[in-house]
């Protein structure tokens, strides 16, 4: 899964991380890399804190699901005949 992280200087020095596809989704630090080593854990924090509230729902089910590989047409997918992997 692929997020889009927002990064905004703060007032008091350093850096406000958000993430619009998690809304409430937000961390600080004082440097870039700080910012995003913190938003990457608020996120993990984010994502376990919204599954664990919607099992707890009656009728309620939490699936995963993987990202889907693009499926190439025939017309390019690779002539193995004859090869050998």
Do not use: H
Not at 55 to 60: C, T
Request: with cysteine.
């Amino acid at each position: 899964m692929v997020l889009k992280i927002v990064l905004e200087p703060s007032e008091e020095g350093g850096y406000t991380a958000t993430v619009p596809a998690l809304p409430g989704c937000i961390s600080e630090g004082d440097t870039i890399e700080e910012a995003m080593a913190n938003i990457r854990e608020a996120i993990e924090l984010c994502v376990e804190v919204a599954e664990e509230a919607e099992v707890g729902r009656e009728g309620v089910l939490v699936k995963e699901l993987a990202p889907a590989l693009p499926s190439l047409p025939p017309s390019t997918r690779a002539d193995c005949r004859g090869c050998s992997i």
